[in-house]
């Protein structure tokens, strides 16, 4: 045997062995990324589920096993701090009650609660630049969030989510908050129009502290979410489409420092009525399960 | 060339080899295995027997027309109970009528009286109760008499049995009776409606008739440590995976872990569980059943602390929902240690609805406190006290004025550790609770309290 020889079977040989560690080590996250967690008889028969109960399926969801884990936050000092700067440098006046401070200057207030919640009120409103009332919903939400960029209020991170007229003939345009690339569905914006001005905006939104990849979790399938959504909702009086099925972060607000919020399947029906189903625990998200101050 | 780069190849599966060779020896668990589900042991008191888990809310000696009062936290009281339910745990043949041959004006060599509040279930396989007794036992009185040993047993339904047993039996029991030395405590006087009418010119009542102590010389006040939680294994106690509860970081300090359905709020001094999805059930275990189940709780979330005793365990029931409410407190050389949150929960056949735990552990005598202590008021002294501060509260009440309670006891004050353990009469009045302090009979607020 030549020396050539001899490396050929060495090379076999480590070949072999690079592969059974490979094989011990990765094996599970070999199976993930060729596991899909929704089969197609999983999709049928969650279909067939929300449809004996009056909801149908008009949303795509990725059929792959998902991990996640926690998102630790806090209540956004940072936009805070930079909206009410923007108020100061304008002159305004500052008043306190409670835990609630209000600045007050011409045809602006600002009033922002302790949990972290800022209400912005336009007197008599922002007009929206459209020199057409048959301008898109596209071209409203460009001028909208162009004019709050300028008055330093648009907050980083955001996406759209939806726009609906309410019975007073005012228009709300939703967004919420992307953090990780990930939708936080726990930070929101709600800006109010009236007579094509804005006449209001609410904001609420959240600092990542941290994320817990010591944590991370197989999230339960988009299906399952569905199955236990149906479960927990019972049947529907009238018929349901069900739109959006996102996974994201959700979770109550909270009078609080800082808080974990977990992954969740945001479930969108037509009526943009939302609700969010425990990524981790099937469980429907709910608020008001945290115990009253002890004292 | 061509073994160059067989050379090549050959080194990198070398490296790689090595690599993944420290990888598997070394390297972290995949996050699969990580977040498995896991049930975690949870470090638990084991289960107690009906005796550890109810015990006598007071045991008075009497001895010539002399009452003497033992409660949780006193050798003495331990001692007694322990005889008792020693006493009962074996089948008794009573005496029959001809046997019995008590001359009228016996003498009684003395009397032992247990009180139970809550009262003693009927339990198959535990001690003795004569069959006529067919609800709950408030009340076991042990008359020791030179020829016979008398148990006169109460119920709840006010059925009362009396049995008479022969002199030789529980002769263990009547020599430990007889071992008590009572010089060393101050004896109690007797408190019901005949007192209390001699004593005041408009209708009062007692809820119970309360023994409380002639003199009380010596009030000293305790240090008080709030009972060390170990965070980690309440949390796992309450969760099954833990891994799925998330934090909420209160501005004050606080922790809340929540999994969608259920919280617990930890504080400095003890912890707060809430599992609302559960109270719609019912309730529909005994009482005795009950009592176990309230056992294996205390003893599984936290666990039973020395001097810890079950006070309440009443059945709540309304039209929707039922559940069992239990109240554990801690005593202290006989006397309760009162703060301002219970040790409390609530549950029914669904699981626990609620609990809060907030335990101040007695620490000792406070150094400073051991010479110069001024003797405590007297009840009836307290108990005027306490009814002028019930008058300037409830301006509205006119009549039926009830006691339900005047008890000494401690109270938790400071905000520092330690904590004191402030001697007080504690007087409950129609539902108002006033706590006086001992000396100066001052009225404390509960927000002065832990």
Known sequence: MNLGQAKLILIIVFTGLNLFLAYYLFWPDFGRLTRVAITVEDLKMTQAVLNENNYFLEASFNRAVQTSDFLTVTPSAELQQHILMHFIAEGAQINYNDNTIYFNCEGERAVVYSNGLIQIFYEPGLEINTNSSLVSEQEIRSNIESILLEKAVMPEGFSYDYIEENENGKVNLFYYQILNEMPVFAGQMKVVLKEQKIVSVDIYWLDMVERIPSREMEVISATDALNNFVTEMGPSPEPKHIKEVTLGYFSGEYEAEKWEIPPVWRIVLDDHTHYFINAFTGNLEQEGIIPDQLQ | ?450
């Open chain 2, 1 to 450: 060339m061509k073994e160059m780069l067989k050379t090549l190849i050959l080194i990198l599966l070398i490296v790689l080899s090595l690599y993944l060779t420290y990888q598997l020896w070394y390297g972290q668990m995949p996050a699969e295995l990580i977040a498995e589900d896991v049930l975690e042991e949870g470090i638990a008191d084991k289960p107690r027997v009906m005796e550890e888990i109810i015990k006598p809310s007071r045991i008075l000696s009497v001895d010539n027309e002399k009452y003497y009062r033992y409660g949780e936290g006193q050798s003495e009281y331990s001692l007694l109970w322990a005889e008792l339910i020693d006493f009962l745990k074996t089948e008794k043949s009573p005496l029959s009528g001809e046997e019995y041959n008590n001359e009228e004006g016996s003498i009684s060599e003395g009397l032992l009286i247990y009180t139970f509040e809550p009262p003693l279930p009927l339990l198959e396989d535990w001690i003795w109760i004569p069959e006529r007794i067919n609800s709950e036992v408030v009340q076991i009185k042990v008359k020791f008499s030179p020829e016979s040993l008398d148990l006169i047993y109460t119920g709840r339904e006010d059925e009362e049995v009396e049995v008479h047993l022969n002199k030789d039996t529980g002769s263990h029991f009547r020599e430990v009776y007889h071992s008590l030395n009572s010089n060393e405590r101050g004896s109690y006087s007797p408190v019901d409606d005949e007192v209390l009418s001699a004593m005041y010119d408009f209708e009062i009542t007692v809820a119970k008739p309360f023994y409380l102590p002639t003199e009380w010389a010596n009030p000293e006040s305790l240090a008080i440590q709030a009972e060390a939680i170990n965070r980690e294994q309440i949390l796992q106690s309450f969760f099954v995976d833990y891994n799925l509860a998330r934090m909420i970081e209160e501005k004050d300090g606080g922790l809340i872990y929540t999994d969608g359905e259920k919280g617990l709020r930890l504080t400095k001094s003890g912890f707060e569980y809430s599992y609302p999805g559960l109270e719609s059930g019912q309730a529909t275990s005994s009482y005795a059943d009950a009592l176990l189940y309230s056992s294996n709780l205390i003893g599984y979330h936290g666990g039973w602390s020395p001097g810890l005793k079950l006070e309440k365990l009443s059945l709540n029931e309304n039209p929707f929902s039922s559940y069992y409410s239990v109240d554990w407190r801690l005593y202290y050389d006989g006397r309760p240690i009162y703060s301002s949150i219970p040790t409390r929960a609530l549950f029914n056949d669904l699981g626990l609805i609620h609990f809060t735990r907030s335990l101040y552990i007695p620490v000792g005598v406070l150094d400073d406190e051991e010479e110069g202590v001024i003797p405590a008021a007297v009840w009836s002294e307290a108990l005027n006290a306490a009814l002028t501060a019930f008058e300037n509260r409830r301006t509205d009440f006119v009549k039926n004025i009830v006691l339900e309670e005047i008890c000494p006891g401690y109270a938790v004050v400071g905000q520092q550790q330690p904590l004191q353990g402030e001697p007080v009469w504690f007087v409950q009045i129609n539902g108002e609770k006033f706590y006086l302090t001992a000396a100066e009979l001052k009225l404390l607020d509960e927000e002065d309290m832990q």
